[in-house]
């Protein structure tokens, strides 16, 4: 397996995605390959600062970075020699079998698009979070913030990815299905929820179990949260807010610890035909690390089959 690193996407690149990219590569099973992209003189002065040795790593040059404000279309179109644009080159003629990056995050979902192309079938990808449980599991929101805007066929869809990524991913036997709403009867909500609860309340393709509030998003009643990626996104950065609230105040809580982004490196573009992986920002090298390790599983897991399965 080779997985592909965009070594100056992220706040602190490439200082912390070269550290996590030498972090990982000591965890990962052997026959497992990181390829770096980006700036090669950068990346080597960066190993030798760590005195490690650049032949563990394959290193791709690339003159160009799309940085975070940067207009996603524009930024792929134009700079064709970008860490971004060469990563998605390598990714959809085979030479990796994931890419990851925590960088400009338009970038990427415009990328993956345009080069390994949504799913036959798919009606738009979407990107998931994991929510910690009070169980101690962990559940999985969809969208959170690629589709801003969704009809009740795309919300149906989402159930789908949840579905598929929270088995073979998250190791959920047989996950719960339920779509966030502001109440729990069938009726309560906007016309788009009470559309989608319409066509998933008779879905032969996962398990739904109806309405989910806000308040049981991280109890065990569901695995599987669906909405759309503006609820979603507003859901993720409060939830994000709790850990950074909680060391504020000085608590040191073991559930709260969970909700630190560190944890989980990053997510998956979820209907696409290869494994395309965003990372957080403000990545630092256990993110970009655990990053990389998510990108592993993803690829392990061979979701795509899976989601063309169901689909066709």
Excluded: W
């Excluded at 698009?113 to 101690?136: D, E, H, M, W």
């Excluded at 989402?158 to 579905?163: E, K, P, R, T, V």
């Amino acid at each position: 397996m080779r997985i592909g690193i965009d070594v100056m996407g992220g706040d602190y690149a490439p200082k912390k995605t070269v550290h996590g990219a030498i972090l990982a590569q000591k965890d990962l099973p052997r026959g497992t390959e990181i390829v770096l992209f980006g700036k090669k003189e950068d990346i080597l002065s960066e190993l030798k600062s760590f005195n490690i040795s650049s032949n563990i790593f394959e290193i791709v040059d690339c003159s160009e970075v799309i940085e975070m404000g940067e207009h996603a279309v524009k930024g792929i179109k134009q700079k064709t020699k970008s860490s971004i644009s060469v990563g998605f080159h390598y990714l959809a003629t085979g030479k990796i079998d994931g890419f990851a990056s925590a960088g400009n995050t338009g970038a990427m979902f415009v990328g993956g698009f345009y080069s390994v192309k949504a799913i036959t079938g798919i009606i738009r990808p979407c990107i998931s979070s994991v929510l910690p449980k009070q169980n101690g599991g962990v559940g999985i929101l969809l969208d959170v913030g690629a589709n801003p805007d969704c009809k009740a066929d795309v919300l149906y869809q989402f159930g789908i990815l949840g579905s598929l990524f929270a088995q073979h991913v998250c190791g959920i036997e047989y996950p719960k299905i339920g779509l966030l709403n502001l109440g729990e009867e069938k009726t309560k909500g906007s016309m788009l929820t009470q559309a989608a609860y319409e066509i998933m309340e008779d879905s032969k393709d996962y398990n739904f179990i109806g309405n989910i509030e806000g308040r049981d998003l991280f109890e065990e009643d569901s695995d599987v949260i669906v909405c759309d990626g503006f609820t979603g996104n507003i859901v993720l950065k409060q939830s994000e807010s709790f850990y950074n609230l909680m060391k504020k105040r000085g608590y040191d809580d073991e559930y709260f610890n969970r909700f630190n982004y560190e944890n989980y490196g990053g997510t998956p573009i979820l209907g696409l035909n290869k494994t395309v992986i965003i990372g957080h920002g403000i990545s630092n090298e256990i993110a970009i690390k655990n990053m990389i390790t998510l990108t592993k599983d993803v690829v392990e897991a061979d979701l795509s089959t899976k989601i063309k399965e169901i689909l066709n």
